[in-house]
Every structure is written in C-alpha cells, then in structure tokens.
C-alpha cells in the first residue's frame, strides 16, 4: 500500500472527483476524513463501504468557505488518526456567466469556495505539517482552465488561475520545510456537473472529437493521478501543476 500510516482530508469527499480520491486513498492505506456540506447519507455509504473493506474513514459536516471549518476538519484528522499528511483541496462549484453578466454575490460564492478554501486549506495545513514534523503534501484540484480561457464562466477561471498561483508561490515557500504543494488539473471529467454535455449525443461528441485520446476521464483517472502526487512515487513534484486532460490544451480541433 502506497499510503499505509498516512492521513488524508478531501474536501468535497463525497461526490464526483472528490469521492474517486478517496476511494483511492483509503484503498491504497490512508485514514480519510471525507468533508461535505451535503448529502450526508452519502458521507455515511462511503465511509461504510471504506470501513467494510478494512479501511478507515470518517465524514465531517464542515463548510470550506470558512477557515475555521478548515481548521476543524484538521482537528478531527489529528484527534481520530494522530497527524495530518495530505490534504486535498478539491471543493469547488462553478456559476456560469461571462464578465458582463457577473454580480458580486456570484463572483464572491465561487471565489470562496474555489480559491479561499484551498488557500486557507494549503496555509493550515502547512501549518499542521511543520507543527507535527515529517513534511506532508498538499494536492490542489485545479483544472484545465488555470490556463485555458472559458468564456462564460469567467469567475471559475479566474478562481483557478488564482489556484495557480498559490500552488506555485507556497510550493517554493514551503518546499526547504518538506511540504509539497501541487495541482492537478482535470480536463473534462464523467461527473454530475457535466451529465447535461454528456446526455447530450452532439455535445459529447464534439467534445470527445476535441480530446486526443477521444474520451471524457472517469473519475478514478484523477484519483490515481493525486495518488502519484501525494504518494512517494511524486516526492520531487511541488510548485507545478499536472495535467490529466487527455491532451485536450494541447489540441487544435478546439470546441
């Protein structure tokens, strides 16, 4: 087991891209606390189905918007396995309109949730991982469009291309401390927040035709990804993002 004896928090553990990581984490041996804001019966089939296998895995109710919410999801990962030694800064929500159609509210919910959160994820932490000693790792999802402009959803790019930043900045900060800090950035990933694009035969196609490897990544794909990251086969990654978009930045069919 690439993780055994290690602890791991994933926000927004319990859907989507966040349930994949930790299924993968708890398979490959870390104790996960699994954070969520919803759908707590979900939290609770997914810790059964990690504990039922041998794992071990807790839920906590917390909101990542707020900093101390972050800070009790730490406490909890010390108090139930003794230590903190990745976190998983993948909560994040999208609200879809361009420059001209953007309010504050919007723009204000998007960058809490997406930029705050990791932000203040990565700083408490790396404050964790210095306290206990033995370094640690920090995985931020980001996505392709760190880089990639996507009109229309302007708050969501500018939250990632922020997620750049400070996964550069603190990688270089941290790094003479032993605290890695990377991003992986999915590309178009088989999620509730794409069933619409992917009921749709046109759409999928479209967007399937504009992907090299000519498919949309299942979750596991970016939960085996952040296992490289965070385990030991990643130790000489930080301050750099990873790309697990099936060539899709590097096309020129476009969509």
């Given at each position: ?21 930790v ?8 104790s996960?606390?699994i954070?969520y804001?919803a759908?707590?019966d979900?939290?609770a ?18 909101d ?28 994040g ?26 932000f ?10 210095i306290a ?11 996505s392709?469009?760190e880089?990639?402009p996507m009109?229309?959803?302007i708050a ?6 922020g ?13 003479p ?21 992917l009921n749709d ?33 990643g ?6 993002t990873?790309?697990?978009d ?10």
């Open positions: 087991m690439q993780l055994k004896d290690k602890t791991a928090i994933v926000t927004g553990g319990n859907s989507g891209i966040g349930e994949a990581i299924k993968v984490l708890a398979r490959e041996g870390a996960v606390v954070d804001v759908r707590p979900d939290t089939d997914l810790v059964k189905d990690i504990t039922s296998a041998g794992g071990k895995a807790i839920g906590v109710e917390a990542v918007s707020k900093p101390s919410d972050i800070q009790s999801l730490i406490d909890a990962a010390v108090r139930e396995f003794g230590r903190l030694d990745i976190m998983v800064n993948n909560a929500i999208e609200k879809r309109h361009s420059l001209i159609e953007s309010d504050e509210d919007a723009f204000d919910t998007v960058m809490a949730v997406d930029m705050k959160s990791a203040f994820g990565t700083q408490l932490a790396a404050k964790q991982f206990q000693g033995g370094g640690g790792v920090v995985v931020n999802i980001s392709v469009h880089d990639w009109p229309g959803n969501y790019c500018v939250a990632k291309g997620m750049r930043m400070l996964t550069r900045t603190a990688g270089v900060e941290l790094g401390q032993g605290v890695r800090v990377v991003n992986v950035a999915p590309g178009a990933v088989a999620t509730p927040i794409n069933t619409q694009t035969p046109e759409q999928r196609k479209k967007l399937e035709d504009a992907i090299p490897l000519g498919k949309v990544a299942d979750p596991s794909e970016i939960g085996d990804a952040v296992l490289f990251v965070a385990s030991d086969a130790r000489y990654l930080t301050a750099t990873v790309f697990v099936g060539g899709i930045m590097q096309s020129s069919v476009g969509l």
